[in-house]
């Protein structure tokens, strides 16, 4: 399955490619029309079948040709950190806001200050001095050199940042002494049949490892790795709550690991997002969602 997933992406063209790829044959001494349809055809077949393999084995599906990697610019690890660092207010409002959290920026900054903001329930400003661990607990892992693109990175990021609101923190469904859980709040869009958790979250377990080995064995550049990662751990759900924000929180440090900015997704665009997870969750295809990330880039 892996080579197979290999040498399906590796057939993966943009329309472009396959039109220079027919042109040669086009000129060819003896080609019919019938043999440059066929050809056509069979370039399509693969790429279906790419899909397909994608699908299986990570639970979303994209086109790589279609996403432009290369508006995402290499750094290096120590000055992307920087960045990172001095953009946290922001990023943690974003990331709560995304979630429905009324906080405004100045409220996050003065609250991160240590400066408590009255009018506000309990829950949503545990909500932000949360995802301001979690935002921390991912900049250290990346400074020490020990974020890894792995559950236990995954597990210690979620108990920082759904400690006050998932069933159980750093555990998949399933996986602790709560059970169920197939069917899943993804907030204003309604519920999502994920699939089982099987006994113990052996089922999710086998998932993760599948979409993880897929994403480093068989795509090679780190960007996509990191936004692919985010997607289809978004739509996996593999926690209880708190997966969109762990989902980017683990893309941000796959990033940073490899000298790329994280990306934060801009309250004021809380909007489109939602727009773009609809049909993601609907069919798995995360090839707009992809883009929508990389815009989204820091300037």
Not at 138 to 146: A, F, I, K, Q, S
Request: a neutral charge; charged letters at 25%.
């Amino acid at each position: 399955m892996r080579a197979a997933a290999a040498r399906t992406r590796r057939a993966v063209g943009t329309a472009n490619e396959t039109i220079q790829q027919l042109k040669p044959a086009a000129g060819a001494k003896g080609l019919s029309r019938l043999d440059r349809r066929d050809r056509l055809d069979r370039l399509k077949n693969k790429r279906q079948r790419s899909a397909q393999v994608q699908l299986e084995e990570t639970g979303i599906s994209w086109d790589s040709s279609a996403v432009d990697w290369s508006l995402l610019d290499r750094s290096t690890v120590n000055r992307v950190r920087a960045r990172f660092r001095a953009s946290l207010p922001e990023y943690i409002w974003d990331a709560a806001a995304l979630e429905g959290n009324p906080y405004t920026l100045p409220e996050v900054q003065t609250l991160l200050e240590g400066i408590t903001v009255t009018g506000h329930r309990i829950a949503d400003q545990n909500q932000i001095l949360t995802l301001n661990d979690g935002f921390n607990l991912v900049d250290e892992l990346v400074g020490g050199g020990r974020f890894h693109l792995d559950k236990t990175t995954s597990d210690a990021v979620h108990v920082k940042v759904a400690v006050h609101e998932a069933i159980e923190s750093g555990y998949f469904r399933g996986e602790g002494p709560v059970g169920g859980g197939r069917l899943v709040s993804i907030g204003a869009l309604g519920t999502f049949r994920a699939s089982e958790p099987g006994e113990n979250g052996a089922s999710l377990k086998r998932e993760f490892r599948s979409l993880t080995t897929y994403l480093l064995e068989d795509v090679e550049d780190p960007r996509e790795q990191a936004v692919a990662y985010s997607c289809a751990a978004t739509r996996r759900q593999f926690y209880f709550d708190g997966n969109k924000r762990t989902s980017k929180l683990m893309m941000a440090g796959h990033l940073m690991k490899n000298g790329y900015d994280a990306i934060s997704i801009s309250a004021q665009r809380q909007l489109e997002f939602n727009q773009l997870l609809a049909p993601m969750f609907d069919n798995g295809d995360a090839t707009e969602m992809m883009q929508f990330i990389i815009d989204s880039r820091p300037e």
